[in-house]
């Protein structure tokens, strides 16, 4: 491409300050303290856009250095939106002056797997399909490299003294 823009770093544009372009992210926190003495009730609701990112080639040059090229508009493609939902139930137990609480959190409850962050670079990579015998290739651009961590219940306690 003729147009393409060349960068001085082999780093990805997924990563660094260009990761932090969200237009739009939102944000719900609450607490209630039910009618029950001292049973708490809390939640999280969190969801942004994901990283804009560019798709890029690495090419080597003449002194054993690789150079990144972009190879459309910086920014150009952005991943999909990210959102979970968590929840916490806790209780306090006193005991004169000293107390226990138990809590349980229940993080990722809608069990999203939404990637944020994704491969910019446009290599493939070469395999042999296991079913076939034939060889194949996999793209990498897009593909994820880190994805949001399933479901997950956390039993806690703390004993103040």
Known sequence: AS??????????????AANADRPNQFK?????LLPFPDVIVSGNFRSQPGPALTRQ???????????TINLEPIGSTRIGTLTTVDFRVGKLFK??????????DFDNVTNANTAFNVRSLTTATAFTDPTTGTRATLQQFLSPSQIIGP??????????F
């Open 95 to 104: 005991f004169g002056n000293r107390s226990v609480e138990a809590s349980v």
């Open 151 to 160: 479901r997950t219940v956390v039993f806690r306690g703390a004993f103040n």
């Open 3 to 16: 147009d393409a823009q060349v960068t001085g770093s082999s780093r990805c544009s997924g990563c660094g």
């Open 57 to 67: 080639i690495s090419r080597a040059l003449a002194f054993g250095a690789n150079q």
């Open 28 to 32: 719900l926190t609450g607490m209630y």
